[in-house]
Each structure stands twice: as C-alpha cells, then as structure tokens.
C-alpha cells in the first residue's frame, strides 16, 4: 500500500515488527526452551529499541492530530494496544511460548490495525501532512 510522505517511516517501520512477530510465532510453536529465552531477550530488546520510540512517535504527534479531528475511538484503541504490548513485552522477562506467541499475535494485529484504519484516516484528514509536520517540528 502506498502511504504518503508523512507516514513512510512509521509504515517501514512495521514490516522489522511483522518479521519479529514471524519469528516469534515460529519459536513460540517449537516451544525449545533455549530458543524461547533468545528470542524473548531480543524480543524485549526490540522492544525498547524500535518498538517503545515507533509507539511514542504515534503518541506524541499522530494520535494528537486525530484527537483533534474527532477520532477518539482510533485513538483508544491505539493507545490500548500499546499499552497491551508493553504489557507482553514486560511478561517476557519470564519467557514462556504462551505469553511470546500473545505478543506474536498482538504485534502483528496491531500492524494491521495502524495499515488498514489508522494510518488511512490520518490521511483522510484535510491538510494532515501540514498538521502531522506542524506536531514534529
């Protein structure tokens, strides 16, 4: 899908966090212990690398412009899906195949959430490139 100027990097940014959630789902499934731990320490990792600044970045200049717009119902959903994957990502300082294959699951339905409604009714937004440039700035 072809995002516009604004969102090219947040929307890259999903396909390292699609590949992620790929492996994780691998890995949960298999279910060796060994491999479970490496994959939740680097999961965590990632967590605070890419995915906690991709998630303040949407909080701090994307989420506001919506709000602004009348979008309350994006915005929550966004804000409990981060706050759902901080909780997973948390869990996994005890790394157990269940909570790694939630994680799995909730990173790549928040992917596809942020594609396919969120990022769209951003640029819905009249003027949204001037507005979302306004906020990071």
Known sequence: MKRSEPLIALSREHHGALSLA???RRVAHEGEPGSVRNLADLVRRKFETELKPHFDQEENWLLPVL???GEKMLVERTLAEHAELTDLADRLASPRPRVLLAFADALSRHVRFEERELF????RLPNYAGKVAEKIS
């Open 22 to 24: 790929l492996r994780a």
């Open 120 to 123: 769209p009714a951003v640029e």
């Open 67 to 69: 709000a602004r717009a």
